[in-house]
T-cell receptor, first 114, second 116 residues
Framework: AQSVSQHNHHVILSEAASLELGCNYS??????LFWYVQYPGQHLQLLLK??????LVKGIKGFEAEFIKSKFSFNLRKPSVQWSDTAEYFC????????????FGSGTRLQVQP | GAVVSQHPSRVICKSGTSVKIECRSL??????MFWYRQFPKQSLMLMAT?????????EQGVEKDKFLINHASLTLSTLTVTSAHPEDSSFYIC????????????FGSGTRLTVV
């Protein structure tokens, strides 16, 4: 079964700092990759997703992620974070059947200090 | 966009009672819905996959007699926690897949269950 690893459990940044959150998965076949954000007290929201094509994916709120197949990675980046980016970020994987549920990483809590 | 409504958002119940959680897709049809459980500061763990008109598929270690799932229509799935115990206290989240957007997953806002 596939698994997802997020090595950064808690990240603290100052506003305007650059962000990179790591995500690695373990599955040798074709995968679909997602990043979700969960703001305090709110539901999960999709930031971006990768199915195929350009490995550099741009999402909402200025986030982007790069799929590096050789490294089984899908790291999330943002050049300049804002206080409003304080949230929990989850990487998720779905193997290419279109039927299965997402497998989530353990999440990264991002705290942006003003 | 696609919206999933989950109710209740919070519920407190006594040990031994049952609690029903509803998950509705408001503006799309969802043949497949997923139920997750999230422990504090942990990730979402898949409990079961709910398919409209058929029995749910439970993940290993999830008691199907305790967590009853019914997906009677294309817009509604319910999770009933039967004979709840304090260890069932958790955050339960449903997700629905939008067929129109093949890989789209929309999440409900979750239900905080506290068993006392």
């Amino acid at each position: 079964a596939q698994s997802v690893s997020q090595h950064n459990h808690h990240v603290i940044l100052s506003e305007a700092a650059s962000l990179e959150l790591g995500c690695n998965y373990s599955y040798g076949g074709t995968v679909n990759l997602f990043w979700y954000v969960q703001y305090p007290g709110q539901h999960l929201q999709l930031l971006l997703k990768y199915f195929s094509g350009d490995p550099l994916v741009k999402g909402i709120k200025g986030f982007e992620a790069e799929f590096i197949k050789s490294k089984f990675s899908f790291n999330l980046r943002k050049p300049s974070v804002q206080w409003s980016d304080t949230a929990e970020y989850f990487c998720a994987v779905n193997i290419d059947t279109g039927r299965r549920a997402l497998t989530f990483g353990s999440g990264t809590r991002l705290q942006v200090q003003p | 966009g696609a919206v999933v409504s989950q109710h209740p958002s919070r519920v407190i119940c006594k040990s031994g009672t049952s609690v029903k959680i509803e998950c509705r897709s408001l503006d799309f049809q969802a043949t497949t819905m997923f139920w997750y459980r999230q422990f504090p500061k942990q990730s979402l763990m898949l409990m079961a996959t709910s398919n409209e008109g058929s029995k749910a598929t439970y993940e290993q270690g999830v008691e199907k007699d305790k967590f009853l799932i019914n997906h009677a229509s294309l817009t509604l799935s319910t999770l009933t926690v039967t004979s709840a115990h304090p260890e069932d206290s958790s955050f339960y989240i449903c997700s629905a897949r939008d067929q129109a957007e093949y890989y789209g997953y929309t999440f409900g806002s979750g239900t905080r269950l506290t068993v006392v």
